[in-house]
Structure formats: C-alpha cells, structure tokens
T-cell receptor, first 112, second 113 residues
Framework: EADIYQTPRYLVIGTGKKITLECSQTMGHDKMYWYQQDPGMELHLIHYSYGVNSTEKGDLSSESTVSRIRTEHFPLTLESARPSHTSQYLC???????????FGPGTRLTVT | QQQVKQSPQSLIVQKGGISIINCAYENTAFDYFPWYQQFPGKGPALLIAIRPDVSEKKEGRFTISFNKSAKQFSLHIMDSQPGDSATYFCAARSCHGYSTLTFGKGTMLLVSP
C-alpha cells in the first residue's frame, strides 16, 4: 500500500475563501502530481513537480498554485475558491526510476 | 483534443464472464501504457502496465493486449467477479517532455452476481 496522504478528505467551503489541500508522501519520491477529477470522469493533470523548488503547470488550466519546499510535501492552494472549483483533487507521486504513480485517496471539494 | 480514447463508458458483465475495455491513441511518442483501477472514495491504483515492445502481458485474471500498428490496447478481465466492480482508466506516458500520464475517460464496470 502506497504511503501518500491527503487532507482533508472532504471540504465544503463558501465562495471567496482561501484553501490549501495537503499532500504528503513518505516514500521519498521526487516526482509529485496533482490531478482534478470530476465524478466518474477522467483525470486531468493540473500541476506537477520534479523535485524541491520545481513546479510546472499541467495540461488543464487551473487557478490553483502549488509549492514544493520539501520532498515529501506538495500542497495545493486556491486563493479564492469558486463553485467551478468543486471537484475531486488527487495527489500522486512516483520514483524517478519508475513510471508507476501512486495515488492518494483524494480530497473532495465543494464550493458553495 | 483527447489523446487517449477509451470505450465503453460503462459495462455490465455477469459473474464469471470476460470484461473487455478498449483504448486507442494517436501520439506515437507514447511508450508506457498502464491501467488503473479506482473504487469509490479511493484514489486510482495501478493494475497492470505494458510497454509497446510486447503484444500481451498477463497478471492473474488481468491481461493487456497491445496492437502497436493499430495504436490500440485493451484490458481483459477473465472470470470477472463482483469485487472487480470499479472504474478502470487506461493511460499513456509520452517519452517526450516531462513524461506525464494522459488518462482515458474511464469505464465503469459492474459485475453482477
């Protein structure tokens, strides 16, 4: 079982609030990813990181931002949440020597 | 533009039957093709993966068939069980750029008892 954690698991907030979704992994993986997934739909890559102080935007445009100050930690921040941000957010990581991505359980975000 | 097309969107199979999910791609730079299984409330988990230098890979009841010339690959679940009921995603990794995964839209599989 992969050691990748996401908090909170569920979050309901009002429009305009600032939120940070946490993602941590204890496997020492250099590569980390954030995906957005609407219910029953495909995963869209929104951010990725190839190491400390390295972040890139993914295929899907997102108003969120990320940081990678420590190898094990890859938080995602929404400065001003909107109803269009309602979705599930999945964090993943992998070793540099493997293509296999390990996923966290996800954070289901609802913005009212 | 969707780079990995997955079908069907949903599938109902009787217990003991064979479940077949298909994916097609256009990008010839793809060089790694995993299948992920996702249960409700969980993140996706790697089920099985294949490289384009082989035409088939089998792990237990799960088999990937790969057709490089047709740019298609499929997942076969033999002797399908109710516990296999989940959403399945195919994906592909490009050997160019940052090697990220591109996912198909997913197939919801229901195995009836």
């Amino acid at each position: 079982e992969a050691d990748i954690y996401q908090t909170p698991r569920y979050l309901v907030i009002g429009t305009g609030k600032k939120i940070t979704l946490e993602c941590s992994q204890t496997m020492g993986h250099d590569k980390m990813y954030w995906y957005q997934q609407d219910p029953g739909m495909e995963l869209h890559l929104i951010h990725y990181s190839y190491g400390v102080n390295s972040t890139e935007k993914g295929d899907l445009s997102s108003e969120s931002t990320v940081s990678r100050i420590r190898t094990e930690h890859f938080p995602l921040t929404l400065e001003s949440a909107r109803p269009s941000h309602t979705s599930q957010y999945l964090c993943a990581s992998r070793r540099a020597s493997s293509y296999e991505q390990y996923f966290g359980p996800g954070t289901r975000l609802t913005v009212t | 533009q969707q780079q990995v097309k997955q079908s069907p969107q949903s599938l109902i199979v009787q217990k003991g039957g064979i479940s077949i999910i298909n994916c097609a791609y256009e990008n010839t730079a793809f060089d790694y093709f995993p299948w992920y299984q996702q249960f409700p409330g969980k993140g996706p988990a790697l089920l099985i993966a294949i490289r384009p230098d082989v035409s088939e890979k089998k792990e237990g009841r799960f088999t990937i068939s790969f057709n490089k010339s047709a740019k298609q690959f499929s997942l076969h679940i033999m002797d399908s069980q109710p516990g296999d009921s989940a959403t399945y995603f195919c994906a592909a990794r490009s050997c160019h750029g940052y090697s990220t995964l591109t996912f198909g839209k997913g197939t919801m599989l229901l195995v009836s008892p």
